[in-house]
């Protein structure tokens, strides 16, 4: 929606919807973040914004939302979880289950795991394959 971004006043802030001082925010909490250059944050804000509407408008593709023209997490969600791109997003957005489902689960783990305690392996998150 452009006509949201035009009401943000102050120069070429008005590109972008997104709140610039809350990214600001975001992008300080890392430690090795001491300043931000204007361009970096308003680049990064566009950056955002753009790959947010680039999810929303996949998963509203391939989601079953379609039919009732509404996008629903279960489709952002399935989206995180079958698509190679959006994979990283999987435990910021992941399916959501019954409690009683879940117990189950963790029941099922526990088990599992007594079976092989001794080798425990760390999921490397550095080992994302990018082809």
Do not use: W
């Amino acid at each position: 929606g452009g006509k949201m971004a035009a009401r943000v006043s102050g120069g070429e802030n008005r590109l972008v919807s997104l709140p610039l001082s809350r990214i600001r925010v975001i992008m300080k909490s890392s430690p090795e973040v001491s300043s931000i250059n204007q361009d970096a944050l308003f680049l990064t804000a566009k950056a955002t914004e753009l790959f947010v509407q680039y999810l929303a408008t996949y998963s509203y593709k391939h989601g079953r939302g379609k039919e009732k023209n509404a996008l629903t997490y279960s489709d952002l969600s399935h989206t995180a979880e079958e698509c190679e791109t959006f994979q990283f997003l999987a435990d910021i957005l992941p399916k959501k289950i019954l409690a009683s489902k879940y117990l189950k689960m963790l029941e099922k783990e526990k088990r599992d795991g007594e079976a092989g305690e001794d080798e425990e392996e760390d999921e490397e998150e550095e080992d994302e394959d990018e082809t």
